[in-house]
């Protein structure tokens, strides 16, 4: 019997993820470390094995009969675990449910570089990295709290020099979300770092992020859009100097402005203000980071801005008054929950507050944040949602309605979370 190399490709995906998955139920901090590069190594090969035998005739019918948990657990895709709630949806028409196309809000495009290539581009940029091989590089990525995560970001992202680096991880995170079913990104960057501690030139950057959209949509059909982050505490020269950069790039695939880093230390966040009125004239949207590490006065701090989304938020379930605010402002949050242990944010993911905003009415997409220095993909992150309580439909839609997309790509992503999930209720 024949076999095709797509065949054989989803059955080593499907042993890959299947074992991750296994795993990602064990109980313990241990549990999620170990297997993951195993299985990585898995989906590689499956990679390489994809579309090898392209070219030859094959029989029609032979379609892709991979399943995700929640069909081997038997609940249908749209579905809680409790079997109902929000965004509950029927199995779509035809029985199959995965890939289910997903909506990633919440990736930063320096920390989508696997170690592989993190190493190959360190090497041809002169970059010193704390480690010369993959093993001892990943081995970094195992955080004590989250100020020792921003400090290996520090010192892993600087390795982006290139303007055909940032185009190169635009296509690369492309091609890989696009095998979880991703059909939407929005991945946000930071050029401020590149360009005042490394002497990048902004155009350079943005150059390759913006040419990067544009080959995932020719090559691989999948919709990326970016964003630049200021970094909180920078001087707001150098904010506002980010923001006229962006603006630039508004129609070339640039759709709003981000703030990050360390949210301790972010200050007096009305130094952004004239950053923000900056990025509002000309088109683009507001989605900082804020209730990650920095408890609920940071949100509080940036409504200021009537922001479009927060990434992260979740320090929010801890103040209903304020859960109740964004349920009534719309705000929608872009989760990242194995971010959220990794970094020690949350002390583990059965305390992850998710049921707690669901709850509570307030919407939740889901991203990986930095799935490289997390070891995740997104396909485990909606694993992840699913059992806190959020569905993949309930998850997909809050993507849909929370992203800074035009309206065309908004209803071509409506009509393919219709065709997966059924008609949005109401």
Not at 86 to 92: D, F, M, N, Q
Not at 176 to 186: D, P, R
Not at 204 to 233: K, N, Q
Not at 296 to 308: E, G, K, S, T, Y
């Amino acid at each position: 019997m024949l076999i095709r190399s797509d065949d054989l490709a989803q059955i080593v995906l499907r042993a890959a993820r299947d074992l991750s998955s296994c795993f990602m139920r064990m109980e313990g901090p241990e549990a999620t470390r170990g297997i993951r590069p195993f299985a990585r190594r898995f989906e590689g090969a499956a990679e390489k094995l994809s579309g090898a035998d392209r070219g030859f005739h094959h029989p029609s019918g032979l379609g892709d009969s991979s399943r995700s948990s929640s069909a081997h657990s038997g609940r249908r895709p749209g579905e809680d675990d409790s079997g109902g709630g929000p965004g509950s949806a029927p199995l779509p028409p035809g029985g199959s449910a995965d890939p289910y196309p997903k909506i990633e809000l919440h990736v930063h495009l320096e920390g989508t570089i696997r170690p592989e290539r993190l190493l190959d581009m360190a090497r041809r940029n002169g970059v010193a990295l704390p480690a010369d091989n993959v093993e001892a590089l990943s081995a970094l990525y195992r955080y004590r709290d989250f100020g020792h995560f921003l400090e290996m970001w520090r010192t892993t992202t600087g390795t982006m020099r290139t303007e055909d680096d940032f185009r190169r991880a635009v296509l690369d995170y492309a091609l890989e979300a696009k095998s979880h079913g991703v059909q939407y990104i929005e991945a946000t960057f930071s050029p401020i770092n590149r360009n005042k501690w490394d002497g990048i030139p902004y155009p350079a950057m943005f150059d390759g992020v913006t040419d990067g959209i544009a080959a995932a949509a020719e090559h691989y059909g999948v919709t990326v859009r970016a964003m630049p982050s200021l970094i909180w505490g920078v001087d707001r020269d150098l904010a506002e100097e980010c923001a006229q950069w962006a603006v630039r790039y508004r129609d070339r695939g640039i759709v709003g402005l981000d703030a990050g880093g360390n949210e301790s230390a972010r200050g007096d966040v009305s130094e952004f203000d004239r950053a923000v009125a900056i990025a509002r004239d000309g088109g683009l949207g507001i989605v900082p980071h804020a209730g990650e590490a920095g408890g609920v006065q940071a949100i509080r701090d940036v409504l200021r801005w009537n922001p479009d989304g927060l990434q992260h938020g979740i320090a929010a379930a801890g103040d209903p008054a304020l859960m109740a605010e964004l349920v009534d402002r719309g705000t929608i949050l872009r989760v990242t929950p194995t971010s959220n242990v990794a970094t020690r944010v949350v002390a583990d993911i059965a305390e992850h507050p998710l049921p707690r905003l669901r709850e509570a009415g307030v919407r939740c997409s889901i991203g990986t944040d930095d799935p490289a220095l997390f070891d995740t993909t997104l396909g485990q992150e909606y694993e992840l949602a699913e059992r806190l309580g959020i569905s993949p439909a309930s998850a997909y839609r809050a993507g849909v309605d929370g992203s800074l997309c035009d309206d065309a790509v908004r209803q071509q992503l409506r009509e393919t979370g219709d065709a997966a999930f059924g008609a949005t209720p109401g």
